[in-house]
C-alpha cells in the first residue's frame, strides 16, 4: 500500500497571502489529521475529518480551515499568513473507527512565511 | 498546554548501549503510541500498545503500557546510528463525549544521539 503523500513538500510565501496544503491518505482510510509541529510548541493537533465531516478541532484561530474530499483525499487552507505561522505541517491517516488510534503521518509541508 | 510528559528530553549514548525513555501523564490514556521522527520527515509509528500491562516489541524495540494507564516505556537494545531521531509517546485524549475523534496529544519528545 502506498503511504501518506503531502504536497508540496516546500512552500515560501510572504506575510497576509494565503496557503493550500494537499494530503492523499492510506487507500482505505478515512479519517485525516493535520498537526502543527514547531520547535518551541511541538506537535499540535489542528484538525480531523472523517467522511468529508469535520469531527474535531483544536485551538486554532479561524485563518486555519480544512476540507475533505469523497475520496478522502484533504487539503488545509491558511488564509492571511503570519510570520508564527511557519512550520511544519503533518497529515495523518487512520481508520477513524473501530477503536483503533493508530495514525500514519506523511512527510509533510514545510512552509515559511516571510 | 503539554498533557504528556516525556524524559528524557535527550540521551547521548555510544553504539550498542541500551536506551530507556519513558511517558508520563496525569490523566488516564487507553492507547499509547510510539513514533520516531527523522529530521525533515513525519513521524513513523512503532509500536502501539491498548492494554495497561501489554509489553509489546518490534524488533529492538519494546514498550510497555503503564498498569496506572497514565506512563508508558519505550526500550531500545543494542543501540546503532540508525537509531538517531526524536522519539515521541502519544495517546488519543478522550474529550468529555468519550471520543477523541482523530486528536493525539504528544509529548515533548526524546532526542537520541548514538555515538559510533
Known amino acids: 500500500k502506498a503511504g501518506v503523500t503531502q504536497t508540496p513538500r516546500y512552500l515560501i510565501k510572504t506575510r497576509g497571502q494565503q496557503v493550500t496544503l494537499s494530503c492523499s491518505p492510506i487507500s482505505g482510510h478515512r479519517s485525516v489529521s493535520w498537526y502543527q509541529q514547531t520547535p518551541g510548541q511541538g506537535l499540535q493537533f489542528l484538525f480531523e475529518y472523517f467522511s468529508e465531516t469535520q469531527r474535531n478541532k483544536g485551538n486554532f484561530p479561524g485563518r486555519f480551515s480544512g476540507r475533505q474530499f469523497s475520496n478522502s483525499r484533504s487539503e488545509m487552507n491558511v488564509s492571511t499568513l503570519e510570520l508564527g505561522d511557519s512550520a511544519l505541517y503533518l497529515c495523518a491517516s487512520s481508520l477513524g473507527q473501530g477503536g483503533n488510534d493508530e495514525q500514519f503521518f506523511g512527510p509533510g509541508t514545510r512552509l515559511t512565511v516571510l | 498546554g503539554q498533557q504528556l510528559n516525556q524524559s528524557p528530553q535527550s540521551m547521548f549514548i555510544q553504539e550498542g548501549e541500551d536506551v530507556s525513555m519513558n511517558c508520563t501523564s496525569s490523566?488516564?490514556?487507553?492507547?499509547w503510541l510510539w513514533y520516531k521522527q527523522d529530521p525533515g520527515e513525519g513521524p513513523v509509528l512503532l509500536i502501539a500498545l491498548y492494554k495497561a500491562g501489554e509489553l509489546t516489541s518490534n524488533g529492538r524495540l519494546t514498550a510497555q503500557f503503564g498498569i496506572t494507564r497514565k506512563d508508558s516505556f519505550l526500550n531500545i537494545s543494542a543501540s546503532i546510528p540508525s537509531d538517531v531521531g526524536i522519539y515521541f509517546c502519544?495517546?488519543?485524549?478522550?474529550?468529555?463525549?468519550?471520543?477523541?475523534?482523530?486528536?493525539?496529544?504528544f509529548g515533548q519528545g526524546t532526542i537520541l544521539t548514538v555515538h559510533p
Open positions: 490523566s488516564i490514556f487507553n492507547t
Open positions: 502519544a495517546g488519543p485524549l478522550i474529550n468529555a463525549g468519550g471520543t477523541s475523534y482523530g486528536k493525539l496529544t
